[in-house]
């Protein structure tokens, strides 16, 4: 397996969708959603920092759903509404830490580079690594290091910075989200990047050549 240096000054933290209706109180809630918002908090402040951009995404669409196309078919709750853009549900948690100087994306699919200006984003700041962790874990996190990794970007995936529910029974029985978690951190560290624990993460960075902040 791969290990990737973290350069500070050309990494992001990229945060990805932790909105109300992924971290708690709804079906397609993550059970450690509330457990991986905290982690997520602590990373973004130390990589602040040190100079580490965070970027957040949200995973929204249209409230007319003109553009929730196929979406909409396949998962039931986009049809009613969960992710439309103004909703409640769909509003970042209003535990999650953001500041001045961070950047939300929106997204209307699952990867965090399709339909928005992300790879312009990180190209423009020379960054060329990436942490990555949110929910859900194999659906928009896996999906958007698959396409972080297509296009040359170091992946340094969150194994507990990322979370996710249990999926249900396609005709091979249904899966926990335990064995979920796991089965998509191994596909990750197989072919897409790295895949460590937020406490990992910020040892690599200590290692790595300070880069000071003006207080």
Partial sequence: MVTFNIDPARTALLVVDLQRVFVDGSPVAAPDGPAVLRRLNQLAAYCRQRGIHAIHTRHVVRPDHSNAGL???????????????????????????????????????????????????????????????????????????????????????????????????????????????????????FGFGEVLDVHDVITRIESAAPRAIPA
């Fill in 71 to 189: 979406l909409a078919e396949l998962v039931p709750a986009v049809a009613q509404g969960v992710i439309d853009d103004g909703s409640v549900s769909a509003e970042l948690h209003p535990e999650l830490d953001i500041v001045p100087g961070d950047i939300i994306v929106a997204k209307p699919r699952f990867g965090a580079f399709h339909g928005t200006d992300l790879e312009t984003i990180l190209r423009a700041a020379g960054i060329d690594t990436l942490i990555i962790g949110g929910i859900a874990t194999n659906m928009c996190v896996e999906t958007t290091a698959r396409e972080a990794a297509t296009r040359e970007f170091r992946v340094l995936f969150l194994r507990d910075g990322t979370a996710t529910f249990a999926m249900p029974d396609a005709g091979l029985g249904p899966a926990s989200a335990e064995e979920v978690q796991r089965v998509t951190c191994s596909s990750v560290a």
